[in-house]
């Protein structure tokens, strides 16, 4: 299997433009996770979805940030206008309900100027 | 909530040295523990879980960790380090509900950055 795939792997964008990231779990699995990853916070769990219906996003930061998982291989966030403090790592993840290991992706690296 | 704290933010070793990454954490349930590792620039990668049974738990790359329930620790060991186990390490919980089947929900702590020197 390739894995959680994830795309684009780094992303550069101005201030006020929208960024939509991607995220392909691995086939099988009905978990799927957002996380962002900064110096500051560390790892926050953003959003998660079980087999494609949003269970908890909590962590959402607010409205700016959305996410979607049309289907069981794809899922988007979302940042509509970006700021420079959402510059981070983006990761997706996904699991199996049967196993408790959720596997990540590598992870979008995000520039907003 | 459950919360968990990694003690040491950085770790500097020697090779072949032993270590010692500490993590505590807090939950009014009972709950499921992994360590994942981080190596620069890429994802993160599961070193060890503990679910049930033995406390001792050992992984990949040489890896183990100790459930210790009356002082909510879990803390990850190794007995010789190598240079490529430079990387950032966390350590993570997941409630257990009742039924035994978890939410799936992982909380990590900060991270420890683990630099092993020549």
């Known amino acids: 299997d390739a894995g959680v795939i994830q795309s684009p792997r780094h992303e550069v964008t101005e201030m006020g433009q929208e960024v939509t990231l991607r995220c392909k779990p691995i086939s099988g699995h009905d978990y799927l996770f957002w996380y962002r990853q900064t110096m500051m916070r560390g790892l926050e769990l953003l959003i998660y979805?079980?087999?494609?219906?949003?269970?908890?996003d909590s962590g959402m930061p607010e409205d700016r940030f959305s996410a979607k998982m049309p289907n069981a291989s794809f899922s988007t966030l979302k940042i509509q206008p970006s700021e420079p403090r959402d510059s981070a790592v983006y990761f997706c993840a996904s699991r199996y309900s049967g196993d408790n290991e959720q596997f990540f992706g590598p992870g979008t690296r995000l520039t907003v100027l | 909530a459950q919360s968990v704290t990694q003690l040491d933010s950085q770790v500097p070793v020697f090779e072949e040295a032993p270590v010692e990454l500490r993590c505590n954490y807090s939950s009014s349930v009972s709950v499921y523990l992994f360590w994942y590792v981080q190596y620069p620039n890429q994802g993160l990668q599961l070193l060890l879980k503990?679910?049930?049974?033995?406390?001792l738990v050992k992984g990949i790359n040489g890896f183990e960790a100790e459930f210790n329930k009356s002082q909510t620790s879990f803390h990850l060991r190794k007995p010789s380090v190598h240079i490529s186990d430079t990387a950032e390490y966390f350590c993570a919980v997941s409630v257990n509900n009742a039924g035994g089947t978890s939410y799936g929900k992982l909380t990590f702590g900060q991270g420890t950055i683990l630099t092993v020197h020549p």
């Open positions: 503990y679910l049930s049974g033995s406390t």
């Open positions: 979805f079980n087999n494609n219906v949003p269970i908890d």
